[in-house]
């Protein structure tokens, strides 16, 4: 069991920089691959970034390519996303989810824990 709570989230201008966090808590985060998705208001969830369990292989939608890092500190229980050049598309709800799957899994329904999300607003 894995419990994830995200932050970092807020409202930022477009081309601005925005860092956002998931804490992990419970059993095995290191053995686990992880993802960030995003929902914006009355679209499809969508795939993000992830990352495999050692933190040497990640993996990027192709909306988010160049712009955005995703990392991970195994020993603080901790994933990050770093996103850079944001745009106004890029309003959404960001949870990052956890699965025993492959890393480069971008569909959401194979992800077994999720945290509660965490709004991102970038303005015009």
């Known amino acids: 069991q894995v419990q994830l709570v995200e932050s970092g989230g807020g409202l930022v201008q477009a081309g601005g920089s925005l860092r956002l966090s998931c804490a992990a808590s419970?059993?095995?985060?290191?053995?686990?691959?992880m993802a960030w998705f995003r929902q914006a208001s009355g679209k499809e969830r969508e795939f993000v970034a992830s990352i495999n369990w050692n933190g040497l292989n990640t993996y990027y939608g192709d909306s988010v390519k160049g712009r955005f890092t995703i990392s991970r500190d195994n020993a603080k229980n901790t994933m990050y996303l770093q996103m850079n050049s944001l745009k106004p598309e890029d309003t959404a709800v960001y949870s990052c989810?956890?699965?025993?799957?492959?890393?480069?899994?971008?569909?959401?329904?194979?992800?077994?824990?999720w945290g509660q999300g965490t709004q991102v607003t970038v303005s015009s």
């Open positions: 419970g059993r095995n985060f290191g053995m686990h691959n």
């Open positions: 989810a956890a699965t025993t799957t492959g890393y480069r899994n971008v569909e959401w329904s194979t992800y077994s824990y």
